[in-house]
T-cell receptor, first 111, second 112 residues
Framework: TQLLEQSPQFLSIQEGENLTVYCNSS?????LQWYRQEPGEGPVLLVT?????EVKKLKRLTFQFGDARKDSSLHITAAQPGDTGLYLC???????????FGKGTMLLVSP | SAVISQKPSRDICQRGTSLTIQCQVD?????MFWYRQQPGQSLTLIAT?????????ESGFVIDKFPISRPNLTFSTLTVSNMSPEDSSIYLC?????????FGPGTRLTVT
C-alpha cells in the first residue's frame, strides 16, 4: 500500500508570512497533484508535477517534485487570508490509475 | 479541466433511509470516481465507475451499501443505503480528464 505523509497537519500563521508544506512517501509516483479545498467545497486542482526535480510556480505558490519522485513540497510566499484551506497532495501511478491522497495540511492565515 | 455539479448539495436524512446523489459532468469522461470525506479528514475512495461496466469498489465498501449507476459518459449516481449516523460525511464525485482528476463541490450528508 502506497502512503503519502503530509506535514505539518495544521499551520496557523499571520498574513505576510512564508510557509512550506511537505508531502513524503517511501514509494515512487509517476505524478503528484496538489489540491486546495475550502470549507464547503470540493478540492480544486492547483498543479500536477510529473518530472523528478520539477519546479512549478503559480503566482505566490511554488511546487517542487523530488528528484526520486517520492516527495513534494509546496511553498507559499507572503501568505494571504485567501490562502486559507486544506491542502492535499495526491500521487498517481500511471495515467489512468486512482490517486493516493495524503491526510492534508490545514492552513489558517489570519489578517 | 471539467465542470462537475452534484445534487443535492446537502441533506439531512433519518437512520434507515437511502439517499441518491447525482453527479453531472460538462464533458464526456471515461473514468468517474466516488469519494467520502469524513469531518476533518482526507478523501477515501469508495469506487470507480466506468461507463458500460460494473463499478469497482475499494476495500471496506460494498455494492449493497453503495450502489452506483453510470448510464452514460456524463452522469453517475451514488446511493447511500440503509443509512446510519456513521454515514454522515461529504460525498464527492470526481472525474479523470487528460490524466488529471477534478472534483465536484460535494454533497454534505447528515444522518440523524
Amino acid at each position: 500500500t502506497q502512503l503519502l505523509e503530509q506535514s505539518p497537519q495544521f499551520l496557523s500563521i499571520q498574513e505576510g508570512e512564508n510557509l512550506t508544506v511537505y508531502c513524503n512517501s517511501s514509494s515512487v509516483f509517476s505524478s503528484l497533484q496538489w489540491y486546495r479545498q475550502e470549507p464547503g467545497e470540493g478540492p480544486v486542482l492547483l498543479v500536477t508535477v510529473v518530472t523528478g526535480g520539477e519546479v512549478k510556480k503559480l503566482k505566490r505558490l511554488t511546487f517542487q517534485f523530488g528528484d526520486a519522485r517520492k516527495d513534494s513540497s509546496l511553498h507559499i510566499t507572503a501568505a494571504q487570508p485567501g490562502d486559507t484551506g486544506l491542502y492535499l497532495c495526491a500521487g498517481a501511478n500511471g495515467g489512468y490509475s486512482t490517486l493516493t491522497f495524503g491526510k492534508g495540511t490545514m492552513l489558517l492565515v489570519s489578517p | 479541466s471539467a465542470v462537475i455539479s452534484q445534487k443535492p448539495s446537502r441533506d439531512i436524512c433519518q437512520r434507515g433511509t437511502s439517499l441518491t446523489i447525482q453527479c453531472q459532468v460538462d464533458s464526456q469522461v471515461t473514468m468517474m470516481f466516488w469519494y467520502r470525506q469524513q469531518p476533518g479528514q482526507s478523501l477515501t475512495l469508495i469506487a470507480t465507475a466506468n461507463q458500460g461496466s460494473e463499478a469497482t469498489y475499494e476495500s471496506g465498501f460494498v455494492i449493497d451499501k453503495f450502489p452506483i449507476s453510470r448510464p452514460n459518459l456524463t452522469f453517475s449516481t451514488l446511493t447511500v443505503s440503509n443509512m446510519s449516523p456513521e454515514d454522515s460525511s461529504i460525498y464527492l464525485c470526481s472525474v479523470l480528464n487528460s490524466y488529471e482528476q477534478y472534483f465536484g463541490p460535494g454533497t454534505r450528508l447528515t444522518v440523524t
